[in-house]
């Protein structure tokens, strides 16, 4: 039964480990799947084929943000008819995610031998063109700077947490981060330094990259001031 499925899934997912944001994401999008489900009368999951993928797709979008909700009686309403993007169409990036995260499912239905295939075919996700994000000009980038007191040791390190994430490339979200000091050639210790980022992400990766010597002064600068 399709809601049995979708419980052990969940429980696989949990087992695995997987972020509580990963888990509520497969959870929703499983939960407003079943409804449009049963009300076509589909209770088993191996009855799902490829043509109620698309027919799911063409309900979203249809349907507009916020018009069903995953729980029958959600004990408080947040009063998603008051928003301002109530009722309006679904961006293809919201249906692509739906779409990866079902797939997902079905490919674990598939290993648990509960199904044969995947419904979900690879030509299902929408083609989306994406905007590069506006950047900030070094002179912005500097007066930015220039606002802080680099004298009180809050926004000392506010600055050097800037620049560091700036020439890194590191995001806020990066959970853990670990320095060491290296070697090129005759040059000193401390001439280079390596950050490696373990980020929180489902591929366990770490990156690790170089600071420029700019910022690396500013870290040192840091380190060794007294306030």
Not at 3 to 21: N, S
Not at 49 to 55: D, K, L, N, Q, V
Not at 89 to 110: D, E, G, Q
Request: a positive charge; aromatic letters at 8%.
């Amino acid at each position: 039964m399709y809601q049995y499925d979708v419980e052990a899934f969940m429980g696989a997912c949990d087992r695995k480990g997987l972020a509580a944001k990963t888990m509520k994401s497969y959870e929703q999008t499983l939960r407003l799947f079943g409804l449009f489900l049963a009300e076509r009368g589909i209770t088993q999951t191996e009855e799902i084929r490829h043509p109620h993928i698309e027919a799911y797709i063409d309900t979203v979008r249809e349907r507009g943000k916020y018009t069903v909700c995953a729980v029958q009686e959600p004990v408080s309403s947040n009063y998603p008819e008051r928003r301002r993007d109530y009722g309006k169409k679904v961006s293809p990036v919201t249906i692509n995610n739906y779409l990866r995260n079902m797939k997902a499912f079905f490919n674990w239905c598939v290993r648990e031998e509960l199904i044969r295939k995947n419904p979900i075919k690879p030509d299902d996700t929408i083609k989306v063109e994406r905007k590069p994000l506006a950047f900030v000009t070094d002179a912005e980038f500097k007066k930015l700077l220039a606002c802080l007191d680099t004298s009180k040791f809050s926004e000392y390190r506010d600055s050097v947490i800037m620049q560091t994430l700036l020439d890194t490339g590191m995001r806020c979200g990066v959970r853990h981060c670990r320095s060491r000091p290296g070697s090129t050639g005759m040059k000193p210790l401390r001439t280079t330094l390596l950050i490696t980022l373990a980020r929180r992400c489902q591929s366990r990766n770490c990156r690790q990259v170089w600071l420029k010597q700019v910022c690396i002064n500013q870290v040192s600068d840091q380190s060794d001031k007294t306030y």
